[in-house]
């Protein structure tokens, strides 16, 4: 378990760095000098040298990334060329709205999809299987920033249940901020669900055709029983990677729905930061994004290990 | 009155036809096995007696468990009677367990179920049941996953789990068939050692003849669905009476007569051979171990001489063929073909590889689904400098075909328009084709019935007479290579423990291994009744 | 043959088809504005209704077919082309330092979420169909590499490549000769379902205004561009999503056809 916990950090380690080698190059390589952006056209050679060397852009390429690096580790993600303000106060507030968001909409989407899927699974070639898979049929195919604006058309518009856009904030009471991203996180969220609920069918199909599944029936269990004792669990791991990527998913998909409802979270950042070329704010919000991937994909494969006892065993 | 009595049962799946008017009795304390080729319809026969059918399956007919017919029992109350009167052992010992369960929380799982009792209570019940079937406390505690227990253990502990409620009657679905022969007796020890402590009726459903004769009874042969015949094993045994048994029987003792042997010009030498795997790194940072899969092999096969090696799983004879086949590199020692190295430097050599070809076990997956039969068996032309083409190719082809007993016109088809026995067929047909001086049969009629497994065995003695064949027979099943072999290598741990002439290893074996695997391997008796 | 398959194929069909007579065709020309027939709903001339700027809404869902479908296509082409061959080069090369590289590669294409690096790309390189495509078409490297690794991994294994091996044949050659073909069957229903993938991250890009540039016409474009009107003219916002599920649906339903039609396995039971 130590040796299997260890393998899995190191490799979280050397994902790292190579991730943030790649986006490092990526933005190096990006047309556009941010101090000449800064400044507009008409700007003094002078003033440009001032600016760049205030904002470090006259280092050499590896004290700069060097730079970077340490500065993340520390938890100092630079400041923001165009807000002049640290990147890691910017960070921290948008991540209160971009990861409810996504928590939100997992929690959505597992609460959707385990029942469905498990429901299909039991009654595999029946009426309520081919229902519920037409639905996610259906689901997949819908993509979600479509889906988020019909939601805001029949919930907002119509019916003025929620507001069309916009985050109270949660100094306005918990009730009052997930009420404002609940459209959101329900657009999110139900083409997930529909990803998941078909991953949890087939993964339980696939154990319902295991010989032990045959032997819990011998001693007795009934066919519910044996699906609830011994094919669930078995079930899980597949279904483990699956909520691990949705979750990398959910994040990243929150970029499109953010806009959709004009939600201040990373992905407007993002975008406000790449339309001002303020690279270094997109360069660590891509950096926090891929770390929050990893780390979740780290987590996953612990959960592999809690789940199955032979990974325990083995390396 | 019987314990259970199947009357007149039929059976069909989606309107396939599998069981036809089957009927049959097994007693309180009696065994009885169930025997038959592939499609006989044994299994299903088991499984509708747990009546735990597929999906869309009909039937018509009784299955009476004393005096309730289970065909009519809700499924509710089938649950109840499932585990608690009659339990069920099946073939695969690797997979039948939960893998993220533990054995003890399995076993006591078929108490908990059916009776009113403890956590505590039955994970007791499950130590006390464990330790009868052989995985005493605390060497095998209960704490243990399946993936820490040998295929033989997993086997001990899913009859405890069939057991642990002392059921009126067990079937056992081929639970040895999956096991080596060493294990495969002691797991038939125990189960007949169950059936008598607690009067337990116990189904036993195998292929095995020779099983069949030692332990059962009374004996039920089935084909295609239909029970031909059914009797006291002694009186069966000696008075068979249906065509189809006496088939069946004589095929499993199939012998054949090798053409005498002249040559004496070595042909394949092995010499001091080891092979080491890697094993995963013991701490992170250490160095990766190692495993001796084959140690200090050496023998010689002569041209003409046909060699058999036989072992139990993981004795490292697969890991040699792969070796002598130039597949893998090995660490140590030097293997020729005709005077010349199967393997230089990092390659393996074509040059020496054309003298030798293979027959695999699977008849299933020893063939490209998309190529037809003609481009399969030419492709060890490859081998050759300058391949035959054009109607020399053909005739090639042809000869190849008819010398294993199939027609030139078997060269147009796919691989899934044969049966298992025409495909090995092929697969010989594909190791003949170049002319190789040595052919290796990798368990090559393991997979296959008993009767086409007496064709096959035919055929290899034919084309001994035919095509002076020399070869080396890889078999885990010592009646085969104890009528198709003339010397024997016995294979232990990587090390070959014994070699010899092979009448004389198998009457007078000197190493206790081999001792012990003979003794092990269950014989049938000699049969009048039998007709080749 | 089964359902699935024949309404996937009839919707993918169809879809297609749109793309191809819009070359030649369209009900109205796409370009031409007319502000007097604005935000038309679904008439008799103007069957799926006009935008805000009067133009035929069906003649640009025509001309957006073509956009999407060809961004798609060449995505998958690329994750074909390249994942592929790496996934065979790395299940031939089992175990070794090269299968490695390769496998913690496409592990590390995964843990980047996918839409931000598309993102990063179009936004750094550029908003356009080819950065959209280049963006999309990366992400589909590791899942062909993947898929068909896997499927050669089991396929080494089995004995007629042993057999192959035993004929003296390279790794390469057997790789091409048999791995390929028994693994076409899932690299096909593989593609089907990258390719709706892909369709739909088109449609995301395009979106958010970093796809396919004015004055091409993309679905994800009239999207963006219905969203202020979605309460005055819901019908704008309606028919591109319509559009895009169909055409989804259509190739999800195909892959699912085509993955039971082609299955040997099921076949069999089947008939």
């Known amino acids: 378990m130590i040796r299997y916990t260890l393998k899995r950090l190191l490799s979280l380690v050397i994902s790292l760095a190579v991730a943030s080698v790649v986006i490092f190059t990526v933005i190096e390589v990006a047309p556009g000098d941010p101090a000449s952006f800064m400044l507009g056209l008409n700007a003094q050679p002078e003033t440009l040298a001032a600016l760049r060397t205030e904002l470090g852009l006259d280092a050499s390429k590896l004290e700069r990334y060097v730079t970077w690096i340490t500065g993340m580790l520390s938890g100092d993600f630079g400041t923001s060329y165009t807000y002049r303000t640290p990147v890691a106060d910017m960070v921290t507030q948008r991540m209160w709205v971009s990861v409810p968001l996504a928590v939100y909409a997992l929690a959505l989407s597992t609460v959707i999809a385990f029942p469905a899927g498990i429901y299909a699974a039991a009654r595999r070639g029946r009426a309520g299987d081919v229902g519920v898979m037409s639905a996610t049929q259906l689901g997949v195919a819908i993509p979600n920033f479509w889906f988020a604006m019909m939601l805001v058309l029949l919930f907002a518009i119509k019916l003025r249940w929620f507001s069309a856009g916009g985050f109270v904030g949660w100094d306005k009471g918990l009730f009052a901020g997930l009420h404002s991203l609940t459209l959101p996180a329900i657009a999110l969220a139900l083409p997930q669900a529909a990803i998941l609920a078909r991953v949890m069918r087939s993964a339980l199909l696939d154990v319902l055709g295991e010989d032990f599944m045959r032997t819990a029936r011998a001693k007795g269990l009934t066919a519910r029983q044996a699906l609830w004792r011994h094919g669930l669990r078995n079930a899980m791991i597949p279904v483990l990677t699956i909520i691990g990527l949705q979750f990398s998913f959910l994040l990243a998909g929150g970029i499109i729905i953010e806009q959709v409802f004009y939600l201040p979270g990373l992905g407007r950042l993002i975008f406000q930061s790449i339309s001002a070329r303020d690279l270094i704010v997109v360069e660590s919000v891509t950096m926090l994004l891929v770390f929050a991937v990893i780390f979740v994909n780290f987590t996953v494969d612990m959960a592999y290990a809690a789940v199955d006892p032979r990974l325990r065993a083995r390396t | 009155m019987s314990l259970l009595s199947i009357q007149n049962l039929t059976l069909s799946i989606h309107s396939f036809d599998i069981l036809h008017d089957v009927s049959f009795n097994i007693d309180a304390g009696e065994i009885v096995a169930i025997t038959g080729e592939s499609g006989s319809g044994k299994s299903m026969t088991a499984l509708a007696a747990m009546q735990l059918l597929p999906q869309g399956a009909q039937t018509t007919g009784r299955v009476m468990l004393g005096d309730d017919d289970l065909t009519q029992r809700s499924e509710a109350e089938l649950c109840a009677m499932r585990g608690n009167d009659i339990g069920m052992v099946f073939q695969e010992p690797m997979t039948a367990l939960n893998p993220v369960k533990t054995i003890g929380d399995q076993v006591a799982e078929t108490i908990l179920i059916h009776e009113k009792t403890t956590k505590a209570e039955a994970h007791k019940r499950a130590a006390d049941t464990l330790t009868r079937v052989g995985l005493p406390q605390p060497r095998f505690p209960l704490s243990r996953f399946p993936h820490e227990l040998s295929g033989g253990q997993r086997q001990r502990v899913v009859i405890a789990m069939a057991i642990a409620l002392r059921p009126r009657l067990l079937i056992a679905d081929e639970p040895t068939t999956a096991l080596d022969v060493t294990t495969q007796a002691q797991i038939l020890e125990l189960l007949v050692k169950l059936a008598r402590e607690d009067g337990m009726g116990l189904m036993m459903i195998t292929h095995d003849l020779a099983v069949v004769a030692a332990m059962a009874d009374r004996i039920i042969v089935m084909r295609k669905g239909e029970v031909v015949e059914q009797g006291d094993t002694a009186r069966l045994l000696h008075d068979m009476q249906h065509p189809y048994t006496k088939m069946l029987f004589a095929a499993s003792s199939h012998e054949v007569t090798l053409p005498d042997i002249t040559a004496t010009e070595p042909l394949l030498e092995v010499k001091n051979v080891c092979r080491d795997y890697r094993t995963p790194r013991k701490t992170l940072f250490g160095k990766p171990g190692s495993f001796r899969a084959v140690n200090n092999v050496s023998f010689e096969l002569k041209r003409g001489e046909r060699l058999g090696l036989v072992g139990e799983s993981g004795c490292g004879k697969s890991t040699l063929t792969r070796a002598l086949l130039g597949l893998e590199p090995i660490e140590e020692g030097s293997i020729t073909l005709c005077g010349e190295p199967v393997f230089t430097g990092t390659k393996p050599n074509l040059a020496v590889r054309r003298h030798m070809q293979v027959v695999f076990q699977d008849p299933y997956g020893s063939f490209n689904p998309r190529h037809r039969v003609s481009r399969q068996i030419t492709e060890p032309f490859h081998l050759l400098d300058t391949p035959p083409t054009g109607a020399e190719r053909q005739q090639v082809i042809d000869e190849a075909l008819i010398a294993v007993g199939l027609t030139p016109a078997d060269a147009d088809k796919y691989i899934h328009e044969f049966s298992g026995g025409q495909r090995q067929r092929i697969a010989i047909a594909r190791a003949l084709i170049i002319r190789p001086d040595l052919i290796l049969f990798d368990e090559a009629v393991s997979a296959l019935d008993v009767s086409v497994r007496a064709q096959i065995l035919d055929l290899l003695a034919e084309l001994c007479e035919t095509h002076n064949l020399s070869y080396l027979f890889i078999s885990h099943d010592l009646s085969v290579v104890r009528t198709i072999t003339d010397r024997v290598l016995v294979m232990k741990s990587g090390e070959i423990v014994e070699q010899g002439q092979t009448e004389d290893v198998f009457t007078n074996p000197q190493h206790p291994y081999t001792k012990t695997l003979i003794e092990a391997a269950p014989v049938l008796p000699d049969l009048k009744g039998a007709t080749t | ?271």
């Open chain 3, 1 to 271: 043959m089964n359902r699935n398959l024949i309404i996937g194929s009839l919707l993918s069909a169809l879809f297609l088809l749109a793309a191809l007579v819009s070359f030649i065709w369209t009900p109205f020309d796409y370009t031409a504005l007319s502000i007097p027939d604005r935000l038309q709903s679904p008439n008799g001339t103007h069957i799926l209704g006009t935008d805000h700027f009067g133009r035929d809404i069906l003649s640009l869902i025509m001309v957006g077919a073509r956009t999407s479908i060809a961004v798609a296509l060449v995505a998958v082409g690329i994750g074909m082309g390249i994942g592929i061959p790496l996934g065979l080069w790395a299940a031939a090369r089992r175990g070794s330092l090269i299968d490695e590289v390769i496998m913690r590669g496409n592990d590390l294409v995964f843990a980047f979420p996918s839409l931000v690096i598309a993102i990063l790309i179009t936004a750094v390189f550029g908003a356009g169909a080819i950065n959209a495509i280049i963006a999309i078409g990366i992400f589909n490297i590791p899942v062909f590499a993947r898929i068909t690794r896997g499927a050669a991994l089991s396929l080494w294994e089995r004995e007629f490549i042993l057999a192959a091996r035993v004929a003296g044949k390279s790794a390469a050659r057997i790789s091409v000769e048999h791995i390929l073909p028994n693994v076409t069957n899932l690299l096909i229903v593989q593609g089907t379902i990258q390719f709706s993938l892909g369709i739909l991250a088109e449609a995301g890009l395009s979106y958010v205004g970093l796809g396919a540039q004015p004055p091409i016409p993309s679905w994800g474009r009239m999207l963006a561009d219905a969203q202020t009107m979605v309460s005055l003219a819901p019908h704008m916002a309606l028919m591109p999503g319509f559009a895009i599920i169909l055409t989804v649906l259509g190739l999800n339903l195909m892959g699912d056809g085509l993955r039971d039609y082609l299955d040997p396995r099921l076949r069999r039971t089947r008939s």
